[in-house]
């Protein structure tokens, strides 16, 4: 393995997808892959098309926050056209999609915090970033984005070095990310296919998220409300359940929790 082991040819050869991946554009180097991903929807790109880069230079997560995507790592889009009604479930499938592409690749034991964080060992090792244009009552597009810690070493990085770590660092070993992107790609399809098909995805991300049962304090994705109480549930479309320290329940559609040890 090299720390350039991405292009399209090892990335497409033989990938056992029949639409994730199956149209790869890969970048050395992209300010973000979100960006490219928006571009090649709004002129028709083919369902399951990847847009994905070494490097990103001004990636971002979810809530606005930057996203760090240096060289050695894992930053890619995938352009989908779910039907309305599945549309909540694609940070149910990248989430478990992430999780099993690390397991089968490193055998780590990654966990799902509410509701799409990827930990190892308690710290944050991907972020997920779903953005979705709906018009009326359909969805025009919707991109999943996904970057993983591979090779990255989280000391030379104080801002996150308390709250992030990666694969390599865990394993105490580099990583092929070319193994990494061609399972991810199968099990993103896998989960993508299934989301429509009944409830197996989200009682397994159910079942995944180390979020229920423990006390959190909850932030409203504007970050103007803030609740402290255990999280109860979770329902089919994502949202969670909090019972407060009154005993009421309060339902957080979208936002971020912090887990009080």
């Excluded at 799902?112 to 991907?126: H, M, T």
């Excluded at 919707?142 to 070095?161: H, K, T």
């Excluded at 296919?193 to 159910?206: F, N, P």
């Excluded at 180390?210 to 999280?231: D, M, N, R, Y």
Aim: aromatic share 6%.
């Amino acid at each position: 393995m090299t720390e350039n082991d991405l292009s399209v040819d090892p990335i497409t050869s033989g990938l056992e997808t029949r639409f994730v991946g199956q149209r790869t554009l890969y970048f050395p180097s992209l300010t973000t892959t979100m960006d490219v991903a928006r571009k090649e929807a709004l002129v028709g790109a083919p369902e399951g098309t990847v847009v994905i880069a070494s490097e990103q230079t001004a990636a971002r997560g979810r809530l606005q926050r930057v996203w760090l995507t240096p060289q050695g790592n894992i930053a890619l889009s995938v352009i989908l056209y779910p039907h309305k009604e599945y549309l909540h479930s694609l940070i149910m499938v990248a989430s478990l999609a992430v999780s099993r592409c690390i397991e089968v690749v490193t055998n780590l034991t990654p966990e799902i915090k509410w509701p799409n964080d990827i930990l190892v060992g308690g710290k944050k090792v991907c972020g997920i970033l779903i953005e979705s244009d709906v018009r009326a009552d359909r969805v025009n597009y919707a991109i999943m984005g996904i970057g993983i810690n591979v090779n990255l070493n989280v000391s030379d990085f104080p801002e996150i070095r308390s709250t992030a770590t990666s694969l390599s660092q865990e394993l105490g070993e580099k990583i092929s990310r070319l193994s990494l992107v061609r399972q991810l790609l199968k099990e993103i399809e896998s989960y993508y296919l299934a989301s429509s098909t009944g409830d197996t995805v989200y009682e397994q991300w159910r079942k995944r998220l180390i979020t229920l049962g423990k006390k959190v304090q909850a932030t409203s994705a504007a970050g103007e409300t803030t609740f402290t109480g255990i999280a109860e549930s979770v329902d089919r479309d994502g949202s969670l359940w909090l019972r407060l320290e009154d005993g009421s329940l309060t339902r957080v559609i979208a936002g971020d929790v912090t887990l009080n040890e």
